[in-house]
């Protein structure tokens, strides 16, 4: 393909995902309204999952398993989250979370690379039947099966980005028809590896139709059925489940499929808990991701962009994903929302700041 079709391919498909979020808003007659018909779901939020600190200055999130056994944890803290706030972002300026992920897609643009940022729905906006006692708990627009999902600030969030011609893939209408399909949540907020699968998927196809990366002939990745852990980290407390599992074959055998073999790759990927779930198994989204591309993916591990005290992003690690072509970005759609406005609801100008240098 040459560089018109490419283009002509990356237009049709963000038009084809902006119809998709213009009918949703729609659907709910305008963000406003949709957003204030939800508050019962955010009430609810705040009586079963939130308390206040001591100084009762800012929300902190209560763990708790529900009856379907599922753990909902501090990412219940953003559906609590206004529908529009701004905050401290790159060079110490007020940006919206659309406008602090436009700068890091402007860097790489003016770089000469090109940057793909996927978002993945969260639990709570696929089967929101499972965080609330009843359906009333969900108003209006939150019941599963005719409702058009839970959380407006982040489907109004997602709708910012594709105007700000950042190049996305929204995975939620994807994980929306496949809801019924497999399970593709953990009982903790991480994507189950089915949902890893659907996502790897989903971002190999993307690239096939968008840009001239080939199958690599001298990459040999293979693919086994295994039950593993539903927790990241093999906690034999968790019940296991049946899951695709990658390997290569290395100097010693097998080797799960994670980083290596990556030094002749154009394409380097970082994200969140999305991309870090079920990598130590070769079941994470970048082994799905290389195995349907047949392609070796650089996985540069767990880089927020959106974070404070959870490990965000370095200036250098930014500037150390130059040497790929694509850096693709994966995280929550809440992403931007967890760990900021929600702490502060009553107390706004306790606003953390983060990342907070020139790109």
Same mark, same amino acid.
């Given at each position: ?8 391919k ?9 119809d998709?979020?213009i009918?949703e ?19 609810f939020?705040k009586r079963?999952y939130?308390?206040w600190?001591i100084c009762? @200055? ?10 379907f056994?599922d753990?909902?944890d501090?990412h219940s803290?953003a559906?609590l989250?206004?529908?529009s706030?701004?905050r401290i972002g790159?060079?110490?300026k007020?940006?919206?979370?659309a406008k602090?992920l436009k @700068?890091i897609s402007?860097f790489?643009t003016r770089k000469g690379?090109?940057?793909?940022y996927?978002t ?8 929101p039947?499972?965080i609330?006692?009843?359906?009333s ?7 599963p099966?005719?409702g058009i999902?839970v ?5 109004k969030?997602i709708k910012?980005?594709l105007?700000?011609?950042?190049e996305?893939?929204?995975?939620l209408?994807?994980?929306m ?12 907020h991480?994507?189950?590896?089915f949902?890893?699968?659907i996502t ?6 993307y ?9 690599d ?8 059925e295994a039950?593993i852990y ?5 906690n034999?407390?968790?019940?296991k489940?049946k899951a ?10 097998k080797e799960?499929y994670?980083?290596q073999?990556t030094?002749?790759s154009k394409?380097?990927i970082f994200?969140?808990?999305?991309l870090?779930?079920?990598c130590s198994?070769g079941a994470g ?6 195995y ?5 993916i ?5 880089k927020?962009i959106?974070?404070?005290?959870e490990?965000?992003?370095? @200036?250098e690690?930014?500037?150390?994903l130059l040497?790929y072509d694509?850096?693709i970005?994966?995280?929550f759609?809440s ?9 502060n609801l ?5 606003e953390?700041?983060?990342?907070n240098?020139?790109l």
């Open positions: 393909m040459d560089n018109n079709d490419i283009s002509n990356v237009y049709s498909f963000r038009k084809k995902q902006f998709y979020l009918q808003e729609n659907v709910a007659g305008g963000y406003e309204k949709w957003y204030a018909s939800l508050e019962p779901f955010r009430q939020i079963q939130t308390q600190d009762n @200055k800012v929300y902190r999130p209560r763990y708790v398993t529900t009856s056994g753990k909902i501090h803290l559906y989250a206004p529908l706030f701004t790159w060079n110490g007020r940006l919206s979370p602090h @700068k402007d790489f690379k090109r940057f793909l996927v993945v729905p969260n639990k709570g906006m696929i089967y039947e499972r609330v006692n009843k359906s708990d969900l108003g209006l627009f939150g019941n099966g005719g999902g959380a407006p600030q982040w489907r969030y910012e980005v105007a700000e011609n950042i996305t893939l929204d995975l209408p994807v994980f028809k496949q809801r019924d399909e497999g399970d593709l949540f953990s009982k903790e991480h994507i189950s590896s949902g890893a699968m790897g998927r989903m971002i190999a196809d690239i096939l139709s968008t840009t001239n990366i080939k199958s002939e001298n990459f040999h990745i293979n693919m086994n039950y539903t927790s990241d980290y093999g034999p407390k968790c019940e489940e695709s599992i990658y390997y290569i074959e290395g100097k010693f055998g799960l994670w980083n073999n030094l002749d394409i380097a994200g969140d808990c999305n870090q779930s079920y198994h989204i970048s082994a799905n991701l290389s349907y591309l047949k392609y070796p650089y996985n540069a591990g767990r927020l959106y974070g404070y005290m490990r965000p992003i370095k @200036k690690e930014i500037e150390e040497q694509i850096i970005y994966v995280n759609s992403a931007p929302f967890v760990r900021t406005a929600v702490f009553r107390h706004p100008a306790l953390y700041k983060w990342c240098y020139k």
